[in-house]
């Protein structure tokens, strides 16, 4: 008797967050790989969606891929727009990208989904700084 995909999905993405979570990040990416590659009969939730979004995009994060960390997020996004976290990860790599209004932009979004997330209070805070030091040495 086969599996429904349903099933198979879910296993795949539980499989890919014990990866994740042991630091097996390469296992882990193809894991979410797989998952988010899994199409339309798998009946993937919006949430579950974007956390293998935001997860595949923080090892790329990691690897120093930054574009196509951000891809991910971006995606993410697009399929949870409230989920805060992405916003936060892609703004990081923004603000070290130097593109500081765009960060400035992230991390304000994750403060009005969440206004208790403290690191980014500190981002958008630090992200506001270097913009004004920059401006000043008109770089």
């Keep these: 008797m086969e599996r429904p995909p349903e099933r198979d999905s879910r296993a795949t993405l539980a499989l890919a967050h014990a990866r994740f979570h042991k630091g097996a990040y390469a296992e882990a990416e193809a894991l979410y790989s797989a998952y988010l590659g899994a199409g339309p009969g798998s009946k993937c939730s919006p949430e579950d969606l974007a956390t293998a979004y935001n997860n595949r995009g923080q090892i790329k994060y990691f690897r120093v891929d930054f574009y196509e960390a951000m891809d991910d997020y971006t995606s993410a996004i697009e399929v949870q ?13 923004l603000y070290r990208l130097g593109y500081f209004d765009e960060a400035l932009e992230d991390f304000k979004k994750v ?18 700084l ?3 030091e920059k401006q000043r040495r008109n770089y």
Excluded: H, M
């Design 130 to 132: 270097d913009k004004e």
């Design 111 to 128: 403060l009005d989904l969440n206004p208790g997330f403290q690191d980014a209070t500190l981002s958008l805070k630090q992200t506001i």
């Design 81 to 93: 727009p409230n989920f805060e976290v992405p916003y936060y990860n892609r703004g990081l790599i």
